[in-house]
């Protein structure tokens, strides 16, 4: 009932708002037609009264009606000055300051309606984010947009966020970095299409409350209403509280789903840039799975290539960095760097975990360009 009666309600207000800007709108026109057709008669009348040309006709309305008043030309007739008085000084004059004000008006309208997130930016190849999180929103806003800009595909992608927050303003910081906001509600289709929702480059739905399981009933109703706009499953990104709820948003065909986790909003992004790459580093946040051990191993001089190929053989799992002689942690290190530590971190799977002495044992196989070298 009540999310109808929101839908009803944000309805009527984006009418009146119509009709208010489209009364505006023929103010301002009629304003101006008025006084087009001022300008135009005194014209004529000085090229009747005066004996001026069209040329210097207008030119001394233009002059006059502004309060710019030149003298080189002026009017010297009586009618013709009967004409300026009453055209111009009495009805002129006060329909050029209303437009003037009927115009600046407008745009201050149009100015405070996109601080409040009540403009149609129409964008296209933008980005959508649905939802602000219920905890740290400006400073998740904040880090997110930073890291998307970063990356130099998406540094110049225009940012929209959909939302019920902020009904004056974004906060300057996220406006400093180029972003906008609708203030509207992802159960509204309305909102959807008024930040054009089926042109966006990627959208992205963000769960409303990261420790709220039913913050997840949200997320699917919002989703299966992306589903009914038959937008490209592929661009869309969704957060799911519980794991055990994922299944549901993978059969509705949206397969790129992580774990809402606010401090490190490098995961939500590298599934952006990097699609499936946010399940390596999920994993890196929890023991289920896959997910990175340190092994206490005694290594002297053996390169890296073989250390990775020795381990992978063996089945034990993925070297991914190395604890140098100095305490610091080095990662990706050259195919044929030689390698002193005595402590590796290796990717390994939680359901067959090897040991120490296991790690120890397959280094000391026999390398393998050795072998191909022998057979």
């Not at 403009?119 to 980005?127: D, Y």
């Not at 195919?335 to 975990?353: C, F, P």
Request: with cysteine; net charge neutral; glycine share 6%.
């Amino acid at each position: 009932m009540l999310p109808r009666l929101h839908a009803i309600l944000s309805k009527q207000r984006r009418k009146a708002v119509y009709l208010r800007d489209h009364a505006v709108g023929f103010s301002i026109f009629k304003s101006f037609a008025f006084l087009l057709i001022i300008l135009i008669v005194h014209a004529f009348f000085m090229t009747l009264f005066e004996a001026l040309s069209w040329g210097d006709a207008f030119w001394l309305t233009l002059t006059t009606a502004t309060t710019v008043g030149y003298g080189d030309i002026s009017a010297v007739t009586t009618e013709g000055r009967w004409a300026t008085a009453l055209l111009l000084y009495c009805g002129g004059i006060f329909v050029l300051a209303n437009f003037a004000g009927e115009y600046l008006e407008a745009r201050n309208e149009r100015k405070s309606r996109m601080i409040k997130g009540q403009w149609n930016w129409n964008m296209k190849n933008h980005i959508v984010i649905i939802n602000t999180p219920t905890h740290g929103g400006d400073r998740f806003f904040q880090m997110l947009i930073k890291q998307i800009r970063n990356d130099s595909n998406y540094a110049d992608t225009p940012v929209q966020i959909l939302t019920r927050q902020y009904p004056s303003a974004l906060p300057r910081e996220l406006r400093d970095l180029g972003v906008v906001h609708y203030h509207g509600s992802p159960d509204d289709d309305e909102s959807f299409k008024m930040v054009n929702i089926t042109q966006a480059r990627h959208v992205i739905v963000l769960s409303k409350n990261e420790h709220e399981r039913l913050s997840d009933a949200l997320s699917y109703d919002i989703i299966s209403r992306l589903a009914d706009l038959n937008i490209d499953k592929n661009k869309v990104i969704v957060e799911c509280v519980e794991d055990s709820n994922r299944g549901r948003f993978h059969r509705l065909g949206f397969n790129t789903v992580i774990r809402p986790i606010r401090a490190y909003p490098e995961v939500l992004v590298r599934a952006l840039v990097a699609p499936g790459s946010e399940q390596l580093l999920e994993d890196l946040f929890t023991h289920d799975g896959a997910h990175p051990r340190r092994y206490q191993v005694e290594i002297n001089g053996q390169s890296w290539s073989d250390i990775v190929v020795n381990i992978m053989q063996s089945g034990l799992g993925t070297a991914m960095s190395y604890i140098n002689e100095a305490g610091e942690t080095v990662t990706n290190p050259g195919a044929d760097e030689k390698i002193t530590t005595r402590a590796l971190i290796v990717m390994v799977n939680s359901h067959s975990l090897p040991n120490d002495n296991q790690i120890t044992l397959c280094l000391h196989r026999e390398p393998l360009k050795e072998a191909l070298n022998k057979s």
